[in-house]
């Protein structure tokens, strides 16, 4: 039973809903579609599943491109409605031609949209049982043909039964044969291995090679076979040059190659670890996007796209007159090659394939203004569609909400978590460089009891900035070394504690176990995932399951899941950014840092504009 309909404007006004069907839906189904699947460009799926505590729906939806309207039908996910695609259709279709911008009431819609309903239920039920008809045609069909291959089966038998005699006799006449012709044969077989023997000339001409030619060749020339083995083995083997001394420079060695912990000699004679400063971190300076016009680059594979599809003449004059309604043949080429540009730029294919359907789905049906190509007008839809995937849904302000927490005495938990190599230890190290350049205090909690040379590695780094660090060693339970950190930071009025945890595959069900213990155990105020700028499609894979297993594994009913991201190793990529947008995509998370060097400054944010026209250009 369809549980509700409604339609709407895409700037939220609500015109018109079913009151026949006057269902009271639990929870949110309208705004989590909006919010998760309509904003975030996932509207070319078929359909949304909402799932809460004591009721499941399913949601389907369709638009209206050039009125800006949205129809969504809701109904129990139990339930497989055939017809609700078709009323979709046929309610978009009489609604846009009653529509008025002004009109804020339809009522006179009530009746219209009860007899779309009867006509699709009525279709749905004749096309159930026109499929129920051909299958019964198809079963009653294969009984018949049972049937006769049955009763041929049994006239064959009975024409053996009755033959049988003479069947046996012809069978004994032919069996006779057949082994006085295998003995001839074998007699055949062993003469002529015999006399293969005896002419053992025949055998050798007719071989492979001639043993007599051999013998000759040998007495021929063996001395001279001998001669040059002889001459080779006297020869003596060329020496291998060999490795020259090494000459040392008097020189003192160049600080830039000394990577140990500089000291410095205090007034009593104790040698202490000096408190490294490298400038200002990058996170606090805007980074300016170039507004350089690319008009050659569009206009070229403008060009391209459209000769593929149409004539020169009749291109141009599309771009000058304007085209009445944009449909999805029209879209295709300029979508193929936004899809292949997508995915040079390392972005899944999962991932673009979802956004050119989205984006055909938002131009399909639209008016194509005048002056303006197909590809433009697909061009410039991705790239609102890439601003507001990028764009976080939420506001993630590390700094103020330290603050808040500094407010109600206790400290602000970062986890860092992610696979293995990633570089979480070096930029939890940048991270806390950026928060002491604001006066924070900061701790490290060393939470990586798993992987030998972890606990040394972030103590080295709490030395470098003079960093208080809370370690156990190893082989401990992460969730009770991270708890006593917390506890610790509270103790010596530290602001922010940085949790290091050990880096695991997605597919490690012990470690990932334990590591969402920790963070039900404590509770952190953000979840970072530390991903490499350098994967493409595993990072859909990493994110996906890495959520999946959080949610899976915790004992809370309502689980924590990844929060933001921290893009890695963003200096080693060049143009190929698409693992930023595909990790934003699957997870729904914001690129909170982005680590582009190996100092402590090299940590910025991530520029939506210059991600964007990278992706494009």
Not at 179 to 207: F, I, M
Not at 208 to 213: G, H, L, S
Not at 516 to 535: C, H, M, Q, R, T
Request: aromatic share 6%; with cysteine.
């Amino acid at each position: 039973m369809l549980e509700q309909l409604l339609i709407f404007t895409r700037g939220g006004l609500i015109l018109w809903t079913c009151k026949e069907l006057g269902n009271a839906l639990r929870g949110s189904p309208i705004d989590t579609l909006i919010r998760s699947c309509l904003l975030e460009e996932r509207s070319g799926a078929a359909s949304y599943n909402y799932d809460v505590p004591g009721a499941s729906y399913t949601l389907k939806w369709t638009f209206h491109n050039e009125l800006g309207l949205v129809f969504v039908a809701v109904y129990q996910k139990i339930l497989h409605l055939l017809y609700v695609d078709d009323l979709l259709a046929m309610v978009k279709r009489e609604f846009s031609d009653i529509y008025d911008p002004k009109r804020m009431s339809y009522d006179d819609f009530d009746e219209t949209f009860r007899q779309l309903r009867k006509e699709a239920e009525a279709r749905a039920e004749e096309m159930k049982k026109s499929k129920q008809v051909m299958v019964d045609r198809v079963s009653n069909l294969g009984k018949k043909q049972g049937k006769q291959m049955q009763k041929l089966g049994f006239e064959g038998g009975n024409k053996k039964k009755s033959g049988g005699g003479e069947s046996v006799k012809d069978g004994d006449d032919d069996d006779n044969n057949v082994r006085n012709a295998k003995l001839e044969n074998g007699h055949n077989n062993r003469d002529s291995r015999v006399n293969g023997k005896e002419n053992g000339s025949v055998k050798t001409n007719s071989g492979a090679f001639d043993v007599n030619k051999l013998q000759k060749l040998r007495s021929k020339g063996g001395k001279k076979a001998n001669v040059v083995v002889n001459k080779v083995s006297k020869e003596e083997p060329k020496k291998k040059p060999g490795k020259k001394n090494r000459v040392w420079d008097e020189k003192p060695v160049d600080t830039k190659l000394d990577f140990t912990d500089p000291v410095s000699e205090n007034g009593d004679g104790h040698m202490g670890v000096a408190q490294v400063f490298e400038g200002e971190s990058m996170m606090d300076k805007d980074e300016v996007v170039s507004s350089e016009s690319e008009e050659d680059e569009e206009v070229e594979m403008d060009k391209k796209i459209d000769s593929k599809k149409k004539g020169w003449f009749t291109s141009m004059f599309q771009s000058i007159a304007g085209k009445a309604n944009l449909d999805k043949v029209d879209l295709e080429p300029a979508l193929k090659a936004l899809k292949d540009r997508l995915m040079t730029k390392n972005v899944a294919e999962e991932i673009a394939e979802k956004l050119c359907e989205s984006v055909a789905i938002s131009l399909e049906g639209k008016k194509l203004a005048s002056f303006t190509r197909i590809s433009s007008a697909v061009q410039s839809a991705m790239e609102d569609a890439l601003v507001r995937i990028l764009t976080p849904r939420r506001s993630i302000d590390i700094l103020r909400d330290v603050h808040v927490a500094k407010e109600q005495h206790k400290p602000y938990v970062v986890v860092f978590v992610g696979v293995n190599g990633v570089g979480k230890s070096t930029n939890l190290a940048k991270v806390a460089y950026w928060l002491q350049q604001h006066d924070i205090n900061v701790m490290m909690a060393a939470c990586d009891t798993f992987r030998s040379g972890a606990v040394e590695q972030l103590r080295t780094h709490a030395r470098r900035l003079q960093i208080p660090i809370f370690e156990k060693g190893y082989e401990k339970d992460p969730a009770i070394v991270a708890k006593e950190a917390i506890q610790e930071a509270s103790r010596n009025g530290s602001d922010v504690v940085l949790v290091d945890t050990a880096g695991r595959m997605q597919d490690n069900e012990p470690l990932m176990r334990a590591l969402s213990k920790l963070i039900y155990v404590n509770s952190p105020d953000l979840v970072l995932f530390v991903g490499e700028a350098l994967v493409g499609n595993d990072a859909v894979d990493q994110l996906s399951k890495f959520n999946q297993k959080l949610a899976d594994l915790s004992p809370s009913s309502s689980p924590r899941l990844i929060d933001g991201i921290l893009l890695t190793k963003f200096d080693t990529i060049d143009d190929k950014v698409g693992a930023a947008l595909s990790m934003v995509y699957i997870s729904g998370s914001p690129v909170m840092f982005v680590g582009c060097g190996q100092s402590y400054t090299d940590l910025k944010k991530l520029n939506v504009k210059s991600i964007v026209k990278t992706l494009l250009k």
